[in-house]
């Protein structure tokens, strides 16, 4: 091999461990998910879909990037381009297998420490074993592989395919427990809903306890403009009309609007803050009630 083309075999490896760990903490993330939804710890709480996606794309924009260039790599060595002993390729690949090696003992310090907290759950094993079975068959690979004294191409064959095929399972389960960009657009568009119901709700308490009556009407609050509310919260973001007002006593009113999607459902991540504003799909009336203060 030439000593122009180390800079070439070096950035090939820098990018594989780079998109390697890219895709590997996303699979980990996915699996981790998948965990928390078919084994559920009794105090687990939901915290929204972000991760998950965020996990999704990783998997879909790293893997192709990994195994591209880990596959023009082997080539290389292959056509002489680049040799099976260069310096790049033992350092980076050693590095590889610094990295795995550090997550399994770590896994397994975890697993340890957590027995004898006496932590036995399904759910805390299933991660452990899954954090340790992606290191594992990362370090499994690269330190079989750097012992070759020539690339066996049966080998390198056996660990494309059967990885791809587990990523592939773990990237499609994933689509199992994730909503549709449409849900999440109506979901994104409820939240903006509540947040504003929420301000109106506390600009009526603070209009009641300024005046001692509730407001006739939103444009009253708007007027006066109570907690220095803006215009487009009274404003529907996804039909662009006032959210509908009700009095329906000297100290109860209702606040109306349709809504795009449910948060009834208890499972429901992107509502868990909003506990109090709970709604079904379709148009609502939630009733409130003014909160005094004592001055």
């Known amino acids: 091999m030439k000593d122009e083309n180390l800079p070439k075999l070096a950035f090939y490896y820098c990018l594989a461990l780079v998109t390697l760990a890219i895709g590997s903490i996303s699979t980990g993330i996915i699996l981790f998910e998948l965990i928390d939804k078919f084994f559920p710890l009794i105090s687990y709480e939901y915290y929204g879909y972000s991760g998950l996606k965020g996990a999704i794309s990783g998997i879909a924009i790293a893997f192709p990037i990994y195994y591209y260039t880990t596959r023009n790599i082997y080539q290389g060595i292959h056509n002489q381009e680049f040799s099976i002993g260069a310096g ?12 795995s090696s550090i997550v399994m003992i770590g896994s397994l310090i975890g697993l340890l420490n957590n027995f004898l907290d006496g932590e036995t759950s399904t759910n805390f094993l299933l991660k452990v074993f899954s954090v340790l079975g992606i290191s594992s068959i990362i370090f499994g690979f690269y330190f079989t592989d750097i012992k070759k004294k020539e690339i066996d191409n049966r080998f390198n064959r056996l660990y494309f395919y059967s990885s791809l095929a587990l990523v592939l399972v773990i990237f499609i389960s994933a ?4 909503e549709s ?15 504003d119901l929420d301000m109106i709700n506390r600009a009526v308490d603070e209009f009641y306890n300024d005046k001692k009556v509730l407001p006739a009407t939103l444009k009253d609050i708007e ?5 220095y509310m803006e215009f487009n919260q009274f404003i529907d973001p996804d039909t662009g009309t006032y959210y509908e007002y009700k009095v329906i006593d000297d100290k109860k009113f209702e606040l109306c609007t349709d809504f795009l999607s449910s948060n009834l459902d208890s499972d429901n991540r992107s509502y868990d803050y909003h506990s109090s504003w709970k709604h079904d799909k379709g148009y609502q009336c939630i009733s409130r009630r003014v909160s005094e203060w004592n001055k």
């Open 88 to 99: 790049p390729r033992k350092w980076l690949t050693y590095l590889i297998i610094l990295i």
């Open 181 to 195: 960009p449409t849900e999440a657009r109506n979901k994104k568009i409820d939240q903006k809903t509540i947040s």
């Open 175 to 178: 689509f199992l427990i994730i």
């Open 223 to 227: 007027i006066e403009k109570y907690l």
